[in-house]
């Protein structure tokens, strides 16, 4: 039983920064990747960033260059540094965690924290 928690959510203007926390804990597992995705009032969730244990990431294209994805694999925790926001930013944002417990490999998420950007 993995725990996936966010924070750093919250509201703020446009052109502001954020950033997202998310740690996993509970137990002994071994992280293949983790990532950011939102889901906006009415459409469908999206992915927004990813990165490996590596370190190789991935984002979407609504995001490249204004949002930043990294890692701290000695405490199991990845960061989402937002910056330049946008209203359409706005969102809940999901952390994905994938892990392997006990030879098998599946996909844990948060609770999710909201992103608002408005003026």
């Known amino acids: 039983q993995v725990q996936v928690v966010e924070s750093g959510g919250g509201l703020v203007q446009p052109g502001g920064s954020l950033r997202l926390s998310c740690a996993a804990s509970?137990?002994?597992?071994?992280?293949?990747?983790m990532g950011w995705y939102r889901q906006a009032p009415g459409k469908q969730r999206e992915l927004v960033a990813t990165i490996t244990r590596g370190g190789s990431t991935n984002y979407a294209d609504s995001v490249k260059g204004r949002f930043t994805i990294s890692g701290d694999n000695a405490k199991n925790t990845v960061y989402l540094q937002m910056n330049s926001l946008k209203p359409e930013d706005t969102a809940v944002y999901y952390c994905?965690?994938?892990?392997?417990?006990?030879?098998?490999?599946?996909?844990?998420w948060g609770q999710g924290t909201q992103v608002t950007v408005s003026s």
């Open positions: 509970g137990g002994i597992f071994s992280i293949y990747a």
């Open positions: 994905k965690v994938d892990h392997v417990r006990f030879g098998v490999r599946r996909d844990d």
